[in-house]
């Protein structure tokens, strides 16, 4: 099992910056990778960033350049780095992990709103 914990979202105004943070616990040696997805109202949840074990990182093309994904290993922590928000940001963003036996985890989610 793998507990996530969320942290960091909020309002802000376009243009402006947010980080989100997940806290891991549990069978943290289990995990494979870690990443965020979002949903906004009426819409499908979708995949925004995702960090591997090994540093490797992808992103959904929307957020290339403004969104940054890191890991701190040392303290079973991932982070999203939101620079140059839009309102087309504004969603529930869930952390999420998947561990090398292929079970997922979710975090509880956290509001990000860029108003317009």
């Known amino acids: 099992q793998v507990q996530l914990v969320e942290s960091g979202g909020g309002l802000v105004q376009p243009g402006g910056s947010l980080r989100l943070s997940c806290a891991a616990s549990?069978?943290?040696?289990?995990?494979?990778?870690m990443g965020w997805y979002r949903q906004a109202p009426g819409k499908e949840r979708e995949l925004v960033a995702v960090i591997s074990r090994s540093g490797s990182t992808a992103y959904v093309d929307s957020v290339k350049g403004r969104f940054t994904v890191s890991r701190d290993s040392a303290n079973n922590t991932v982070y999203l780095q939101m620079n140059s928000l839009k309102p087309e940001d504004t969603a529930v963003y869930y952390c999420?992990?998947?561990?090398?036996?292929?079970?997922?985890?979710w975090g509880q989610g956290t509001q990000v709103t860029v108003p317009s």
């Open positions: 999420y992990t998947l561990t090398i036996s292929g079970t997922d985890y």
């Open positions: 549990g069978s943290i040696f289990s995990i494979s990778r």
